[in-house]
């Protein structure tokens, strides 16, 4: 066979759904040498990583740390410790990252019912209290920011909702963690799950996850064993707990590159993170909405990282996103389920969330848009951010 050459990918700045870039500081330390995953110094590390991660998720939930694996292993891990088979359990669905949550928790067995809200659109609190009232479920699973539509959901009165029911709230935060406001404690949420390629700004190849102490009491009271080895908590605490029992070889190079994505959070601060997301957002969805593209989220739910708008008529969404890979460097995603085809999803996230992004992806889209056949005033969608940036 013939060696393949030094890897040597295009540049590319990536603008859709995720991966978003890794800071470059998170690369950076990527390079520090390897520790064993059991030697003391490691160890230390993974106690600060877990802090920061609390920090972050603004808990004080001991049972705190990265999964050994992407964003799906956590919701992954949070489904098949907290249902054993016959457990109610109500999913919320709103896109595609829902129908997910509902395919997981029927492979764990769960008697479901499934909620669906419109595509675009989110879920009221007194549907959600009916549904609750009626099925009396252990376990509601919702996605915090669908990934599929750009829409995000309140969930800030939805776990003290589900505890008047005696339900464990698990929340999709894969998309919002780093990028919106989100309060695990003040919100009472029971269990959730993040990633770590998007609003912490690293590499994909960890799962956050934060349960309550109402989670680990449902946890201890299994009547089954988890039905995954390797996503069963009852062992993993023992590593990421006190003991630091031998469980697997953590990935030593991704928990380095998470330790520093939490540092860059917390300088920031959360309040200004968030800040800095709307504020980026506001100017994109200026530029967008000037070249003609409506979004798929209805506006009172529209979330700022992740910006889904429907591909114009006549316009050909694979030919579009190849030009803007091939010419500009530029990645941004297409649609998925319902809107495949239908849209597009424009991705501001953690370390991508800046007015050059913003900036260098609407003068790509205008040439592109406007070789596609596309009809707006030429300079029109940058000329819009700008405006909305020195408002």
Same mark, same amino acid.
């Given at each position: 066979m013939t060696i393949p050459g030094q890897l040597s990918p295009s540049p590319r700045i990536l603008l859709g759904p995720g991966p978003s870039d890794a800071h470059p500081r998170v690369l950076s330390v990527m390079s520090t040498p390897l520790l064993g995953h059991l030697d003391p110094q490691f160890l230390d590390i993974m106690v600060e990583t877990q802090t920061m991660l609390r920090e972050v998720y603004l808990t004080k939930n001991p049972l705190t740390f990265p999964v050994s694996a992407t964003g799906t292993a956590g919701m992954e891990t949070c489904l098949v410790n907290l249902i054993e088979p016959g457990d109610k359990a109500v999913i919320c669905t709103m896109g595609y990252f829902g129908n997910r949550m509902v395919d997981i928790a029927g492979r764990c067995g769960a008697q479901l019912t499934v909620k669906e809200?419109?595509?675009?659109?989110?879920?009221?609190?007194?549907?959600?209290?009916?549904?609750?009232?009626?099925?009396?479920?252990?376990?509601?699973?919702?996605?915090?920011?669908?990934?599929?539509?750009?829409?995000?959901?309140?969930?800030?009165?939805?776990?003290? %909702? /589900?505890? =008047?029911?005696?339900?464990?709230?698990?929340?999709? /935060?894969?998309? !919002? %963690?780093? /990028? +919106?406001? %989100?309060?695990?404690? =003040?919100?009472?949420?029971?269990?959730?799950? !993040?990633? !770590?390629?998007?609003?912490?700004?690293?590499?994909?190849?960890?799962?956050?996850? +934060?349960? !309550?102490?109402?989670?680990?009491?449902?946890?201890?009271?299994?009547?089954?064993?988890?039905? +995954?080895?390797?996503?069963?908590?009852?062992?993993?605490?023992?590593?990421?707990?006190?003991?630091?029992?031998?469980?697997?070889?953590?990935?030593?190079?991704?928990?380095?590159?998470?330790?520093?994505?939490?540092?860059?959070?917390?300088?920031?601060?959360?309040?200004?993170?968030?800040?800095?997301?709307?504020?980026?957002?506001?100017?994109?969805?200026?530029?967008?909405?000037?070249?003609?593209?409506?979004?798929?989220?209805?506006a009172n739910c529209r979330m700022p990282q992740l910006n889904a708008v429907r591909i114009p008529d006549g316009v050909d969404d694979l030919a579009c996103r190849k030009r803007l890979l091939t010419e500009f460097g530029i990645e941004i995603g297409g649609g998925l389920g319902d809107l495949k085809g239908k849209a597009w999803r424009i991705g501001i996230m953690g370390h991508n969330s800046r007015p050059t992004c913003v900036l260098q992806v609407l003068a790509a889209l205008e040439c592109v848009l406007l070789g596609a056949g596309a009809k707006f005033t030429p300079g029109s969608g940058v000329a819009a951010a700008e405006k909305a940036y020195t408002a």
């Amino acid at each position: 066979m013939t060696i393949p050459g030094q890897l040597s990918p295009s540049p590319r700045i990536l603008l859709g759904p995720g991966p978003s870039d890794a800071h470059p500081r998170v690369l950076s330390v990527m390079s520090t040498p390897l520790l064993g995953h059991l030697d003391p110094q490691f160890l230390d590390i993974m106690v600060e990583t877990q802090t920061m991660l609390r920090e972050v998720y603004l808990t004080k939930n001991p049972l705190t740390f990265p999964v050994s694996a992407t964003g799906t292993a956590g919701m992954e891990t949070c489904l098949v410790n907290l249902i054993e088979p016959g457990d109610k359990a109500v999913i919320c669905t709103m896109g595609y990252f829902g129908n997910r949550m509902v395919d997981i928790a029927g492979r764990c067995g769960a008697q479901l019912t499934v909620k669906e809200a419109p595509w675009g659109q989110v879920f009221d609190l007194q549907q959600i209290r009916e549904t609750l009232q009626t099925v009396r479920p252990k376990v509601l699973g919702i996605v915090h920011a669908e990934t599929s539509t750009g829409a995000i959901q309140d969930i800030s009165a939805l776990g003290k %909702l /589900c505890h =008047e029911f005696g339900t464990l709230l698990v929340a999709d /935060c894969v998309t !919002s %963690l780093g /990028c +919106s406001p %989100l309060k695990l404690d =003040e919100w009472e949420v029971d269990a959730a799950f !993040s990633c !770590s390629q998007k609003g912490l700004s690293c590499p994909p190849g960890m799962a956050p996850v +934060s349960f !309550s102490q109402r989670a680990v009491d449902a946890l201890k009271a299994r009547k089954t064993k988890v039905q +995954s080895w390797y996503l069963d908590l009852t062992t993993i605490m023992g590593y990421w707990g006190g003991d630091r029992a031998y469980h697997h070889t953590a990935p030593i190079t991704m928990v380095y590159a998470l330790r520093e994505g939490l540092r860059l959070v917390l300088e920031e601060g959360l309040e200004a993170r968030w800040a800095r997301h709307q504020r980026n957002h506001v100017a994109l969805k200026a530029g967008l909405e000037a070249l003609g593209l409506q979004y798929t989220a209805a506006a009172n739910c529209r979330m700022p990282q992740l910006n889904a708008v429907r591909i114009p008529d006549g316009v050909d969404d694979l030919a579009c996103r190849k030009r803007l890979l091939t010419e500009f460097g530029i990645e941004i995603g297409g649609g998925l389920g319902d809107l495949k085809g239908k849209a597009w999803r424009i991705g501001i996230m953690g370390h991508n969330s800046r007015p050059t992004c913003v900036l260098q992806v609407l003068a790509a889209l205008e040439c592109v848009l406007l070789g596609a056949g596309a009809k707006f005033t030429p300079g029109s969608g940058v000329a819009a951010a700008e405006k909305a940036y020195t408002a």
